[in-house]
């Protein structure tokens, strides 16, 4: 079975870190794309980070840009994402993807809780 479980999330403080966890089995992870996703309150899903099957390629999105990280650990096959000065508008449920031609699939969602 193809699995993505998040962790890490949390209550933090304006300016304050959080790094969050996916967990992949039952998928060629070290083939795949990896992608975190948030959606807030009232808002549409939105594509936070992505990284490549390799580690070396990123991007993202233009509000998390300078301290949000994405990487990964292919012999653990977990993706990672860095939060770092985090502002009470990151506040969401951030979703792990995963695509892996032809097929894709997403984590549970993990809450992310920015405020003082």
């Known amino acids: 079975q193809v699995q993505l479980v998040e962790s890490g999330g949390g209550l933090v403080q304006p300016g304050g870190s959080l790094r969050l966890s996916c967990a992949a089995s039952g998928f060629a992870f070290s083939s795949s794309i990896m992608r975190w996703y948030r959606q807030a309150p009232g808002k549409e899903r939105e594509l936070v980070a992505v990284?490549?099957?390799?580690?070396?390629?990123?991007n993202y999105a233009d509000s998390v840009k300078g301290r949000f990280t994405i990487s990964r650990d292919n012999a653990k096959k977990t993706v990672y994402l860095q939060m770092n000065s985090l502002k009470p508008e990151d506040t969401a449920v951030y979703y792990c993807?995963?695509?892996?031609?032809?097929?894709?699939?997403w984590g549970q969602g993990i809450q992310v809780t920015v405020s003082s």
């Open positions: 993807n995963a695509y892996w031609p032809p097929l894709t699939t």
């Open positions: 990284v490549g099957s390799a580690g070396t390629s990123t």
